[in-house]
């Protein structure tokens, strides 16, 4: 088989970059591992999940959302989203088949790639249940019992509210400070965000919290000295979903770092152990291409992700990409794709026009 690119992954990034490419009518083979498109969303995530930031930044080129979207989507709704761009695009991915020439590649394989489990001393040792969130489905699994929750981000929060919510009793380790802002408060932040400079924008969201949430230290949970706008770039806040409530009513218990795991039992920071019959760890995922992709060290950097700087990180040599490793989201491998897609446009013809539309939003 012969194409001109080959795209590796198929996921957002992917998508988005084959999509691109037949806008420029230009061939490629788009070649997933996985038996479906946008595998992380169907296999590795789990059901009550919603995306974690506003829809706005959740859309891939030439496809902006409707105004009937929910601001923060549900799973199924994105991989309807997912489904309908790729029959719109008439992208149908390649599983196993055999690639013998290609003049592009552009991997798109993921910053979410393989599961992060820290290491512990004394898990092996642990008897019950030990999964990684990305094969966390729901908390019916685990009625009745005292689950520990590694892991304060998105995902650890809110399968912690998960579990509580289907009749389990949840731990959650809290080792660092946290902003916790409610999803109303986060939008209207970005509401404002088009009109006031970032550290009022900080000013008016932190009050709004406090007004909500009281101070949160009490509940094991410190804010961070600067606000969650101005911090944005390094990590993103916590959206509650409701879990600050339970852990407000004791529904959720809030732990230090953990010392040691003991058998069933683990021993925190603070010297108290505690039982549990499962552990989960929502401690986060990395890039794998390190692993099958040799030879990319001018574009990939050793922790697997772009390792030029924004907005350059995307174009390797020897005509090699990267769609969806620059840290941006969705929104930032939809911009690569454009981006990737005129580059090989302009080297093929050189005559040719390029894309620049992207749903009035640019980075
Ligand atoms: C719980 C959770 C919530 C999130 N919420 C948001 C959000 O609200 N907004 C947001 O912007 N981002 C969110 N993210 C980050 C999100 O993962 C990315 O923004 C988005 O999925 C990136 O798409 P992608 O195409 O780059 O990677 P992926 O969706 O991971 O797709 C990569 C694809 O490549 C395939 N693949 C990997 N290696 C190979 C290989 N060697 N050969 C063939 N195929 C391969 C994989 O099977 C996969 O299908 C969230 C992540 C998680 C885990
Ligand atoms: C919150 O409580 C902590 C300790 O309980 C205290 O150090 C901190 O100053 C308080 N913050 C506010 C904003 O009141």
Not at 30 to 47: A, N, V
Not at 287 to 312: E, R
Not at 324 to 351: F, T
Request: net charge positive.
């Amino acid at each position: 088989m012969e194409a001109t690119v080959v795209i590796v992954g198929a996921g957002s990034a992917g998508l988005a970059t084959a999509a691109c490419l037949t806008t420029h009518s230009i061939p490629y083979v788009l070649l997933e591992r996985d038996d479906c498109i946008g595998s992380l969303w169907r296999k590795r995530s789990y059901d009550r999940v919603k995306l974690h930031i506003t829809k706005q930044y959740c859309q891939l080129p030439h496809a902006p959302h409707p105004p009937e979207t929910p601001t923060f989507m549900p799973k199924k709704h994105f991989i309807e989203y997912l489904e309908g761009y790729a029959d719109r695009f008439g992208i149908r991915p390649l599983l196993k088949r055999e690639v013998e020439s290609a003049w592009f590649l552009v991997v798109a394989s993921g910053e979410n790639d393989a599961a992060v489990v820290p290491e512990m001393e004394g898990l092996e040792g642990f008897n019950g249940d030990v999964v990684h969130s990305s094969r966390y489905r729901s908390g019916s699994d685990y009625k009745g019992k005292s689950v520990l929750v590694v892991g304060s981000g998105n995902s650890g929060m809110e399968i912690a509210y998960d579990l509580s919510c289907s009749g389990a009793v949840p731990s959650i380790v809290v080792r660092s400070p946290a902003n916790i802002v409610s999803k109303e408060i986060w939008a209207l932040g970005n509401f404002l965000l088009g009109f006031l400079p970032i550290s009022l924008v900080d000013d008016v969201v932190l009050f709004l919290c406090y007004l909500k949430y009281g101070n949160t230290s009490k509940y094991g949970i410190a804010r961070p000295t600067k606000g969650p706008f101005h911090l944005l770039a390094n990590s993103y806040p916590i959206l509650d979903c409701g879990t600050f409530d339970k852990i407000k009513s004791g529904e959720i218990q809030v732990l230090p770092s953990i010392a040691r795991i003991e058998g069933n039992k683990v021993r925190f920071a603070n010297g108290k152990t505690h039982h549990f019959d499962a552990i989960i760890f929502a401690t986060g995922y990395r890039s794998a291409v390190k692993k099958w992709l040799k030879g990319a060290d001018f574009l990939i950097g050793d922790d697997g992700m772009a390792k030029q700087k924004w907005p350059n990180h995307w174009k390797g040599v020897n005509g090699l990409y990267c769609a969806g490793l620059g840290r941006r989201g969705i929104y930032g491998g939809g911009v690569d794709a454009i981006n990737i897609a005129n580059d090989i446009n302009s080297i093929l013809h050189p005559q040719g026009t390029n894309d620049t539309l992207y749903n009035n939003l640019h980075a």
